[in-house]
């Protein structure tokens, strides 16, 4: 160890969900660690979601360690402060050793073993380093990007806050993942004149047979299965999530509907070139897709409650029988 050097067995890259979890299973099992956050533990949420953002997940599927959800909407959806107070909610019901505004900027073996971590100002000498730096922090920006006329406003979806930020005139939204398609509603809801490239993101219905798709998929133990048992296996890592939204309760997002409503649809944006934007033919297939993915979730979904009839039939008559 060289001077200054400081030790500790472990040591968490992230103050987000993954990293604060981790951190609670530790300081449950005192096993001595840091949590080195480069800005702040509610950060993703705070500063990259726009105004209006609500979850897509059911709130009952927030359940941080030792921190479920204990409102009375467990069917309902969390909007941005809501989700945001319940992060706090979950940092202050157990105080981690966090280490906000201090970066990781180097990991390396340590001639001692373990590792080497740059963080902050600090050399630090860690037994064991747990990577929770997130899936979501380089925002993707395509190569056309930069052809666009400056006096063009262009903005990120982890940089949109709301329409009026806007300027007037028609919105070019480019992607129709979760982020794409629910921004498109927001906009739509303000009048705003619209236009969407459709990618190849799936899409999903909020509701079936009279309960929330999450629910249903939950009982499949679909949530479940891990990333090696998954059919995509590593590939499951960068599957695109399917679109719908928790807005107002949860409803579809059916891009279609969008369209007989006045929002122009097309295909993947392939490039900008002398102010024009040039679209892939691929709007039909990747319309067709989606609603395709759909149908398939709904009849997993009607083969899982067929099987479930199936065993409750045989069990009721097998106790019938008295041979239960
Ligand atoms: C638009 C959008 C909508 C979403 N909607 C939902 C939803 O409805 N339901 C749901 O369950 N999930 C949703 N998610 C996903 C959810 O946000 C992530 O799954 C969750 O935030 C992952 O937690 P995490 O701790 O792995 O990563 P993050 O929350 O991203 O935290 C990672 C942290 O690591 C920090 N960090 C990165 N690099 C370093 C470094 N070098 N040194 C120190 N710190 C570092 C970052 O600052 C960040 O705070 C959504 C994501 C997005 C982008």
Redesign the pocket.
């Known amino acids: 160890m060289t001077q200054n050097e400081k030790s500790i067995p472990v040591i968490i890259?992230?103050?987000?969900?993954?990293?604060l979890s981790m951190s609670w299973y530790l300081c449950r099992e005192k096993v001595e660690h840091i949590v080195?956050?480069?800005?702040t533990a509610c950060?993703?949420w705070d500063d990259?979601?726009w105004d209006n953002f609500c979850?897509?997940?059911p709130n009952w599927q927030c359940e941080l360690p030792g921190h479920p959800y204990k409102g009375n909407d467990p069917h309902g959806f969390m909007v941005k402060q809501e989700i945001i107070d319940y992060v706090k909610g979950f940092v202050d019901s157990f105080t981690p050793p966090l280490r906000e505004h201090t970066?990781?900027?180097s990991i390396t073996r340590h001639q001692s073993g373990g590792y080497r971590v740059v963080a902050g100002q600090e050399v630090w000498h860690a037994q064991h380093v747990v990577i929770?730096?997130?899936?979501?922090?380089d925002a993707v920006i395509p190569g056309y990007a930069s052809a666009i006329d400056p006096a063009i406003y262009q903005v990120h979806?982890q940089d949109y806050r709301n329409a009026a930020e806007l300027p007037e005139g028609a919105v070019l939204v480019v992607g129709s993942g979760?982020?794409g398609a629910q921004i498109v509603e927001d906009l739509f809801l303000e009048k705003r004149k619209l236009h969407l490239c459709v990618g190849s993101a799936p899409r999903v219905s909020r509701f079936y047979r009279g309960r929330d798709v999450v629910d249903w998929l939950a009982d499949m133990h679909f949530y479940d299965l891990t990333v090696d048992n998954h059919p995509l296996r590593d590939g499951a890592r960068d599957k695109t999530n399917h679109y719908v939204t928790g807005r107002n309760g949860g409803h579809d997002l059916d891009l279609r509907l969008f369209a007989q409503k006045g929002v122009g649809l097309h295909g993947s944006l392939e490039n900008i070139r002398d102010e024009v934007a040039h679209f892939a033919p691929d709007l039909k297939d990747n319309l067709d897709d989606a609603d395709k993915t759909n149908a398939d979730i709904k009849k997993s979904i009607d083969a899982y409650i067929a099987r479930e009839d199936q065993c409750s039939d045989r069990s009721t008559l097998r106790a019938g029988m008295g041979t239960q």
């Not at 929770?132 to 922090?137: D, P």
């Open positions: 890259v992230g103050g987000g969900q993954a990293g080195f956050e480069a800005k950060h993703s990259e979601r979850l897509v997940t970066a990781v900027t929770a730096s997130g899936a979501y922090q979806s979760q982020s």
